[in-house]
């Protein structure tokens, strides 16, 4: 691939990548409005023609890394491994 293919191929996916935060961005705020109105009218789970809208509380529970290190970082370190992968940017 030429140099100008690869410049040509970078900005179709710069272009790309604005449209999709774009979007996620308008599917966000869309989001956002069907929150406010559910949180209006009180309610957790909506029938809107042939959709359920639900937005429930979830609860979890996740572990406490930092703390477990702080509080034991010869065990945490015993049972930590490095891991490698590939990151991929353009700048």
Not at 19 to 27: C, H, Q, R, Y
């Amino acid at each position: 691939m030429s140099t100008t293919e690869m410049t040509s191929k970078v900005e179709q996916l710069r272009a790309m990548e604005a449209i999709i935060a774009d979007m996620s961005k308008a599917a966000d705020e869309i989001r956002d409005e069907i929150k406010a109105e559910m949180t209006r009218r009180g309610t957790q789970e909506m029938e809107v023609e042939q959709y359920i809208v639900r937005w429930t509380a979830v609860l979890t529970q996740r572990f406490d890394t930092t703390s477990f290190k702080r509080a034991l970082p010869d065990v945490y370190k015993a049972f930590t491994k490095q891991t490698a992968s590939r990151r991929f940017t353009i700048a």
